[in-house]
């Protein structure tokens, strides 16, 4: 991997795991941009970087489909074929502020599955490609009692002394509403390496696991993937639930991502000289179809709330996040407590303390971002 982190990647991304590789940018570039540079885009894999020739490249799709076939590239590419599709979309890790919930408790602790992340395991990209439901017609549709599409991903990842290939699936009636793309370019430019060169999956709205990456088949099936990305992890477990009683039949498989934010700048400890003003910046999203509409922000832990300006906030596309900035009026000296806290247009917000979100694999920390600084007026 190290090889296409030096070659695809900022400088000064922080490596949250060394391998499999796992990065995120800094704060500053984060929400420098409403749609993020491939550079900047964070990094989330189970193993290595797979070699794919895309001259020999070939997508199979098979399982419960009427008639299946073997594409190419440029079959996906043939606009006779396919229409082609392209949308802005955010891919949010499940893990996204992971440390948040580490710093309570730090549960599972399976390294693979659980990196420590802080805010940056988010972003937009503009992605072009076919959506995945003209693909299945095209092979004449799923056959009766088909309900989920299982995607392969060529790269492999280690666990307890097995090899496993990158398996998850997603349902047909998320398919169906033209909500996952199988996607060749990022950003006007061919998949990067890391980010599944040549062919990958992109789901709107759902946690960033079902975007397969370096996809090279499909299969109609009747339930959900057996594989163990898809049985095991990404598992919500309730809060009573720890290493007593964890077992995999009680997690909840994590599908949509709720809603969340975080403050991006300041930082958090950060000693701030101001004349009586202070400008937030950060980052807001709302997966499984949903968008934030309203951003507040407050000075003292939740007492005192400012509405972000809707002018304040970056274009509504409809699957990806809104970066948004507020002057505040500041007066108190010493150390103070900001958060944050979206609300998507169902009308959910976020909890208010982390302890109500945290849970044994530590996934959607979707509980109001807090951060302490220390003011000078
Ligand atoms: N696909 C494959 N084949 N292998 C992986 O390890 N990681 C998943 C998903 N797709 C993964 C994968 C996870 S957990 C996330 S959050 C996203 O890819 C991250 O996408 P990115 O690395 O392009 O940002
Ligand atoms: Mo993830």
Redesign the pocket.
């Known amino acids: 991997s190290w090889k296409y982190v030096l070659k695809e990647k900022a400088a000064d991304m922080t490596h949250v795991l060394q391998f499999?590789y796992?990065g995120e940018p800094p704060g500053d570039r984060l929400v420098s941009t409403e749609i993020t540079r491939n550079e900047d885009?964070?990094?989330?894999?189970?193993?290595g970087v797979?070699e794919i020739d895309p001259e020999k490249f070939y997508l199979d799709i098979e399982g419960l489909v009427n008639n299946p076939k073997r594409l190419t590239l440029a079959d996906l590419q043939n606009e006779e074929l396919f229409p082609r599709q392209t949308n802005v979309v955010s891919?949010?890790?499940?893990?996204t502020r992971r440390l948040e919930q580490i710093h309570q408790y730090p549960g599972d602790g399976d390294e693979l599955i659980n990196a420590p992340w802080a805010e940056g395991?988010i972003?937009a990209a503009r992605w072009t490609g076919v959506s995945l439901k003209k693909v299945i017609k095209y092979c004449g549709g799923l056959k009766d009692g088909a309900m989920h599409v299982e995607?392969?991903?060529?790269?492999t990842?280690f666990k307890k002394g097995k090899v496993y290939?990158?398996v998850?699936s997603v349902p047909w009636r998320k398919v169906k509403i033209n909500e996952v793309l199988l996607a060749w370019e990022?950003n006007g430019e061919p998949l990067?390496k890391?980010?599944?060169f040549p062919l990958?999956?992109v789901v709107f709205g759902y946690?960033?696991?079902?975007?397969?990456?370096?996809?090279y088949k499909i299969r109609g099936i009747k339930d959900p993937s057996e594989a163990p990305?898809q049985r095991k992890?990404?598992l919500y477990y309730t809060p009573q639930i720890g290493k007593q009683n964890a077992m995999y039949s009680n997690g909840f498989s994590i599908q949509d991502m709720p809603v969340s934010s975080a403050i991006i700048s300041p930082k958090d400890m950060d000693v701030i000289t101001h004349d009586g003003k202070i400008k937030l910046k950060g980052w807001a999203y709302s997966g499984g179809g949903h968008w934030p509409i309203r951003v507040e922000v407050s000075p003292d832990g939740g007492a005192i709330w400012y509405e972000v300006p809707t002018e304040n906030m970056s274009t509504k596309y409809y699957y990806a996040w809104r970066l948004w900035e507020i002057d505040l009026p500041l007066d108190p000296e010493g150390w103070l407590e900001f958060c944050v806290r979206t609300w998507d247009n169902a009308l959910n917000t976020q909890p208010t303390y982390v302890r109500s979100a945290w849970n044994w694999d530590l996934h959607v920390t979707s509980s109001c971002h807090r951060i302490k600084i220390y003011s000078v007026n």
Do not use: T
């Not at 995607?151 to 790269?155: C, I, K, Q, S, T």
């Not at 946690?207 to 996809?215: D, N």
């Open positions: 499999p796992n885009f964070f990094v989330r894999n189970h193993g797979p891919l949010q890790c499940s893990g395991a972003g995607l392969f991903g060529a790269d990842y290939n990158y998850v990022m990067p890391l980010h599944g990958r999956a946690i960033g696991a079902r975007s397969c990456k370096w996809l990305v992890e990404y």
